[in-house]
T-cell receptor
Framework: SQQGEEDPQALSIQEGENATMNCSYK?????LQWYRQNSGRGLVHLIL?????REKHSGRLRVTLDTSKKSSSLLITASRAADTASYFC?????????FGAGTRLTVKP | GAVVSQHPSRVICKSGTSVKIECRSL??????MFWYRQFPKKSLMLMAT?????????EQGVEKDKFLINHASLTLSTLTVTSAHPEDSSFYIC???????????FGPGTRLTVT
């Protein structure tokens, strides 16, 4: 079963705009990870945020984690057409990982 | 919604033995499936892409003879860890795109412990 739930399921924006994707989960976690997947390809790890962290940056990516609300967000700033992909959050509960169904991001040039 | 199952969910085996992990798409056909492994507190690592009716595509650094992948049908891919060693202990997870959309569904994973 899918632990994380991404929101929205699909997002379409213009190049240069910011894209925000959200993820909610149900149980306690050790860390939360965000992955991207280009169509027909495997997952690529983007960023990991630990349960005791609230925000993390990596280039144009910004991830926040609110353990009280059991939610996380992924912000991609100044989006590019090459950012078009599916984005997944995954919760690490120590023994297993659980993935959401993903958000499909389309960035129009 | 689409579901992917894995079997077994947990397995303990002795060094030198082989272990087979199954990944099934339950209500859709998957010509492609992906196999990942995860070390404790680490991110997922893509191992290989399983293609129905043809050879799997392995990522750099993944031993083909060690991790045998067979995609025998449109709903089943198997990963066999041959001559397992303790360093093969890990969490293995498969995923499959539905093909009709950009959705990707993940199996619940298999925890392998090699003693």
């Amino acid at each position: 079963s899918q632990q994380g739930e991404e929101d929205p399921q699909a997002l379409s924006i213009q190049e240069g705009e910011n894209a925000t994707m959200n993820c909610s989960y149900k149980t306690s976690i050790n860390n939360l990870q965000w992955y991207r997947q280009n169509s027909g390809r495997g997952l690529v790890h983007l960023i990991l945020i630990r349960s005791n962290e609230r925000e993390k940056h990596s280039g144009r990516l910004r991830v926040t984690l609110d353990t009280s609300k059991k939610s996380s967000s992924l912000l991609i700033t100044a989006s590019r057409a090459a950012d078009t992909a599916s984005y997944f959050c995954a919760t690490d509960q120590g023994f297993d990982m659980r993935f959401g169904a993903g958000t499909r991001l389309t960035v129009k040039p | 919604g689409a579901v992917v199952s894995q079997h077994p969910s947990r397995v303990i085996c002795k060094s030198g033995t082989s272990v087979k992990i199954e990944c099934r798409s339950l209500d859709f056909q998957a010509t492609t499936m992906f196999w990942y492994r995860q070390f404790p507190k680490k991110s997922l690592m893509l191992m290989a892409t399983s293609n129905e009716g043809s050879k799997a595509t392995y990522e750099q650094g993944v031993e083909k003879d060690k991790f045998l992948i067979n995609h025998a049908s449109l709903t089943l891919s198997t990963l066999t860890v041959t001559s397992a060693h303790p360093e093969d202990s890990s969490f293995y997870i498969c995923s499959a795109p539905t093909g009709t959309s950009y959705e990707q569904y993940f199996g619940p994973g298999t925890r392998l412990t090699v003693t």
